[in-house]
């Protein structure tokens, strides 16, 4: 699969980068659409990361970031949990120069949130024992309303703070864009136009004899 990449600067300079693995809202945003949602909340963070790392320290309530960069990653809420966790990465942004450094950090804690149903980095301090081989050494992760972020680049508060951000802006941004959909859309039985149910729903039935 070939992952186009959409990009944009923030006023601060900041290059913007944003792909999305895919995107389960298609009933909502097209795919180039969805990219532009990942690109305007991206760019929110670039505004934050680089008005947290110039601050005075005594301006910066959760410490002067130490890099004009960090890397984001968003896992898929409509998935059950049998899905794997490298099929369930839903998109990823990425700020400033050198982020794509701390994308798989990123995606670990993201990853491992999704596996264990809870801060990676609590369990990476609390309990180790659940985190393994291969697994990363730093927290924390995010969920906001089923939304599982993980970030990488500052403090792992700092990083916790960014990625609810992203994932509060998210959940924000689509939660508008479905309404707006339902406003025009009108009444029906199912998130999808034409409105039947998905490929899944379907098959999930159609063993029924006369279906």
């Avoid at 532009?36 to 947290?52: F, H, K, Q, V």
């Avoid at 794509?100 to 149903?117: D, I, M, S, T």
């Amino acid at each position: 699969m070939v992952t186009a990449v959409k990009q944009a600067t923030s006023r601060d300079g900041l290059a913007v980068r944003v792909a999305h693995h895919h995107n389960p809202y298609s009933y909502l945003l097209n795919d180039d659409d969805f990219d532009e949602m990942l690109l305007t909340i991206g760019l929110r963070r670039a505004e934050s990361i680089w008005r947290n790392h110039t601050a005075a320290e005594h301006r910066a309530p959760r410490g002067v970031y130490g890099r004009a960069c960090m890397a984001f990653v968003l896992m898929d809420p409509t998935l059950g949990s049998w899905v794997a966790n490298e099929q369930a990465v839903m998109a990823a942004v990425l700020v400033g120069a050198g982020a794509e450094r701390f994308l798989p950090n990123a995606a670990a804690k993201a990853a491992g949130h999704r596996r264990l149903g809870r801060n990676y980095g609590e369990a990476l301090h609390v309990d180790p024992h659940l985190c393994g081989t291969g697994g990363f050494r730093y927290g924390h992760s995010v969920q906001v309303r089923g939304v599982i972020a993980g970030s990488s680049s500052q403090t792992t508060d700092q990083d916790m703070f960014e990625a609810r951000l992203l994932a509060e802006d998210f959940v924000q941004v689509l939660g508008e864009r479905h309404r707006a959909w339902e406003d025009a859309s009108g009444p029906g039985e199912w998130l999808a136009d034409p409105d039947r149910p998905g490929p899944e729903l379907l098959s999930s039935t159609s063993w029924f004899p006369g279906l």
